[in-house]
């Protein structure tokens, strides 16, 4: 008995032994790399954070806003809502939220993740991600990013819509499946088109695996990506997981193109 508590206690002084050596590092780093704001560098209190300064030049988009497109309205009058366009031309998902109108710090920030390398800002944009789209995470079983096509994934070297899709799914507690979808079709950048255009590019891009049909079938995903403008992605995206399954289909970005609701 007296081994067996003598090894318990060496155990325990063990652990915090390596608890302790582990904050000496981190305190280290922290001296040797201080802290700065993942949008204009800036010195901060804490790692991936945003300044003060940067913070309060990111639109939120909170409520009132359309609860299909996730657009914010003006004024709040009361009640869920949808706006003109959600109802004149219904989105083939069942509801979009993003955390930010897609301009200024925000728009810094995707362009950062997406095109110059900087994929530690997934860690700070998922985490907002998540808090900003808690109600449809508590009702998800499956995280599924928008994929790239295979080239455009071998150029750009990662998937920024993937690495935002782990870091929602660790903060939210939820699985992410990163081949439950695949972009079969190889098309033309969207930037630049028209809303016509894009539906048109898109046509026939994504596709669910015969072998994911089964772990898709009646489940309630949400589907992640970095930037929603018109919402041809994501529709082409929602139509091809339903079609291989999905009970239902939600969407959450990071920020979102922003018109008049």
């Known amino acids: 008995m007296e081994d067996a508590d003598t090894l318990s206690l060496l155990r325990r002084f063990d652990l915090a032994a390596r608890a302790a050596a582990t904050a000496a590092y981190g305190r280290f780093l922290t001296l040797l790399y201080p802290p700065s704001c993942i949008a204009c560098g800036a010195a901060t209190d ?26 914010p309205f003006a004024i709040d009058i009361g009640g869920p809502l949808l706006s003109p366009s959600a109802i004149a031309d219904p989105p083939v998902f069942a509801r979009a939220r993003a955390v930010a109108a897609y301009d200024g710090a925000a728009r810094l920030l995707t362009h950062r993740l997406k095109y110059n390398d900087r994929a530690e800002l997934a860690e700070a944009m998922g985490r907002m991600m998540a808090r900003a789209g808690s109600e449809l995470l508590a009702e998800a079983d499956l995280v599924v990013p928008v994929p790239l096509h295979r080239w455009r994934l071998w150029r750009r070297r990662f998937n920024q819509a993937a690495a935002l899709a782990l870091v929602v799914s660790r903060v939210s507690g ?28 898109l046509q026939g891009a994504f596709k669910v695996p015969q072998s994911a049909r089964p772990g898709l079938e009646g489940r309630r995903i949400v589907v992640i990506d970095d930037v929603l403008t018109t919402g041809s992605t994501a529709n082409a995206v929602s139509r091809a997981l339903l079609r291989g399954g999905a009970k239902s289909v939600d969407v959450l970005c990071f920020a979102r193109v922003v018109t008049a609701a």
């Open 46 to 71: 804490r790692a991936h954070a945003l300044c003060a300064k940067c913070w309060s030049e990111i639109a939120f988009i909170e409520r009132p806003f359309c609860e299909r497109l996730g657009t």
């Open 174 to 201: 939820k699985p992410c499946d990163m081949e439950a979808l695949a972009r079969v079709k190889r098309t033309r950048s969207q930037v630049g088109l028209t809303r016509t255009q894009r539906r048109d590019n």
